[in-house]
């Protein structure tokens, strides 16, 4: 049986039941049988990898609620415009077809204007939506569509581009968040245009994707890949370019009001140089931290309900920060210490402090 609504064998039923009864006082509105079964089969409906799984993601959904990003929150502009991909239209089945011009994306300029957990929103923000879309779409057909297409055309993609910590960490961040939160999301991804250097960064990340994801790539250089593009999609959905018969109304098949052309981002939008606590604040503390040095800065919370914030940068390096309530014999840490690799930006973070005392 197919683990699908409607194909359940009788083992697949009862884990399906098991889960309904071990979660029936934390599942979320949205959180129909459609989406335990993504779960479960991406775990092989064995039950304790399953409860463990939607355990964490019902975690992450306290930090990242639904209702939130579908109601609320609105990505920054320069994201909107140079990350987030439109949907194209819709493959032979209904689902929805994203394609992505990785290639030409400035990615390292991203990573220089925007703070990575803004990314990390953004993306969930992105992935939402998406499902959402889904849903009306499938009340629109009658035919329940749960999966996604992606086009990722590499055509243009170097090194310079890529080769960052940072980027990197924030592809391992991506590929975390889809395959532990969005389980059986994924219909096809063609990654096309693929260049020499592919396969060598292909190895970084292929642990981290299950075997099901694996099965879902296909991975294609310059050639092959049109003729398979429209084995799943109708010509009409695709600029000519990418193998289809569309074109912008001006004829232009290269269709740049569909697939964006990113233009590297202006220097003068990074955060370097912008800084969110008020530097002329006297209550603003400004330290350097020398190489493989620490730093304490002393604070006292004389009222109840006191932020106590941080901004730091750093350059090709690591930092950790913490904080806790230093008084008595065994300090209380209430932020845990966090690694930060700030390179190029400002990272910043905050603490509601609920009692007076003394902190650092």
């Given at each position: 049986m197919s683990g699908y609504v409607g194909d359940l064998s009788p083992s697949q039923e009862e884990a399906l039941k098991q889960m309904k009864e071990i979660f029936k006082d934390e599942m979320l509105p949205r959180h129909d049988d459609h989406?335990?079964?993504?779960?479960?089969?991406a775990r092989r409906f064995d039950l304790k990898k399953t409860e463990d799984m939607y355990r964490r993601h019902l975690e992450f959904r306290k930090e990242f609620p639904e209702d939130y990003f579908l109601?609320?929150?609105?990505?920054?502009?320069?994201?909107?415009?140079?990350?987030?991909?439109?949907?194209?239209g819709y493959d032979k089945e209904g689902c929805p077809v994203r394609l992505v011009p990785v290639g030409h994306q400035d990615i390292k300029g991203l990573l220089c204007c925007v703070r990575r957990p803004e990314i990390r929103k953004c993306i969930t923000w992105f992935l939402d939506t998406d499902k959402e879309e889904m849903r009306k779409r499938s009340k629109e057909t009658g035919v329940h569509i749960e999966k996604r297409t992606f086009i990722f055309d590499l055509d243009g993609l170097s090194l310079r581009q890529i080769y960052r910590r940072d980027v990197y960490e924030l592809a391992i961040s991506f590929i975390k968040l889809y395959e532990y939160n969005y389980p059986e999301n994924l219909k096809m991804a063609f990654i096309i245009n693929t260049p020499s250097f592919f396969y060598c960064l292909f190895n970084m990340f292929k642990?981290?994707?299950?075997?099901?994801t694996m099965k879902k790539?296909?991975?294609?250089?310059?050639?092959?890949?049109?003729?398979?593009l429209r084995e799943h999609m109708d010509a009409d959905i695709l600029p000519v370019i990418f193998g289809g018969t569309r074109t912008d109304p001006d004829g232009d098949p290269t269709c740049p009001s569909l697939v964006r052309v990113f233009n590297p981002i202006p220097k003068e939008l990074y955060l370097r140089n912008v800084n969110c606590l008020n530097q002329e604040d006297e209550n603003v503390c400004r330290v350097v931290v020398g190489r493989r040095s620490k730093h304490s800065i002393p604070l006292k919370v004389d009222v109840p309900g006191s932020t106590v914030g941080w901004e730091v940068e750093c350059s090709k390096c690591d930092i950790k920060v913490s904080l806790l309530y230093?008084?008595?014999?065994?300090?209380?840490?209430?932020?845990?210490?966090?690694?930060i690799n700030s390179d190029y930006g400002l990272e910043n973070g905050c603490y509601l402090a609920e009692r007076t005392g003394k902190c650092e």
């Open positions: 989406l335990l079964l993504q779960f479960l089969r109601n609320e929150y609105a990505p920054p502009k320069i994201l909107a415009e140079h990350l987030l991909p439109p949907i194209v642990a981290l994707l299950s075997e099901d790539l296909k991975i294609y250089g310059c050639n092959g890949w049109k003729e398979d230093s008084e008595g014999k065994c300090p209380e840490v209430v932020v845990k210490p966090k690694v």
